[in-house]
């Protein structure tokens, strides 16, 4: 128990130390995640500020600084408390005999470092996508996910909000699929984290971006609206899941974009009970949902 305790407080001050370098600048710019965040944040912003897809949105929308809050909470905070736990799993995974390479099906150690990092983006955003899904199917995961959708007004750092439970649950799954490609991630991985936080807050950002042909490959703000819709398409729990590539939805039948106006109303039935703050939005998905509340797709019109 002592080997696993050493872990827990190794890996927790390791992450406190070098999230305080990274505030310091005190790490290399290309890991420097929370500068990154802020950087990619501030730029998305203001592309929201000089081309606003809704006009009549607010340059601080609705929630907008408890978004701010949920992006540093979810990619820090909750990050430095949960890294301690992933790495006591590791040390007992690694008792029981199970290695980074035990799921291998293929090691792109020694692939060019353009191939490297291609394979790495695409294998962990269908491990998104394939996870996105799960949260939209099963009950118990949308209530989690409900966080996500009680978004009522979109905007870039709508990107991270979302519940620390989630976390829970794609990284085992991101893990598994660094297993899968050798138990082994880039040595210039950081580009392809970086590109998939820009991507992600590019979908959530009031910016009307298409990527014209290229929207068959890459998720965009117009489908992503779509996905946070509150009125869906009869009998379906979800469309357009997306996280950077819109392909997958295109492969296996998600995608829906009826039209691109913006104007659409997003949550979901029964978010008007949906809690407003920080606190009780992370705990409602220990709660009973109400009777009341429906699943998505239930309703054929919008409110009103």
Known sequence: MEKYLDA????FSGTVTWTWKSILFE????TNYFWGLVAISLVVWLLEIAFPWRKNQAIFRRDFWLDAFYMFF?????????????????????DLGITAKSLAIVDIS???MWAQLLSFFIVLDFVQWFTHVLLHKFPVLWNFHKVHHSVKEMGFAAHLRYHWMEN??????KVFGVMILGGFEPEQAYIVHFAAISIGHLNHANIKLTWGPLKYVFNNPVMHLYHHAYTLPKGSFGVNFGISLSLWDYIFKTNYVPEDSGTIELGFPGDEDFPQDFIHQNLYGFSKPKKRERIPGARLNPRG
Not at 27 to 30: G, K, L, M
Not at 168 to 173: S, W
């Open 8 to 11: 827990f407080a190794n890996a």
């Open 27 to 30: 790490v290399p710019w290309y």
């Open 74 to 94: 979810n990619f820090f905070i909750f990050a430095i408390v949960i890294s301690g736990v992933y790495k006591m799993l590791e040390v007992l995974f690694k």
């Open 110 to 112: 020694a692939w060019p």
């Open 168 to 173: 829970i649950l794609y990284k085992p799954l």
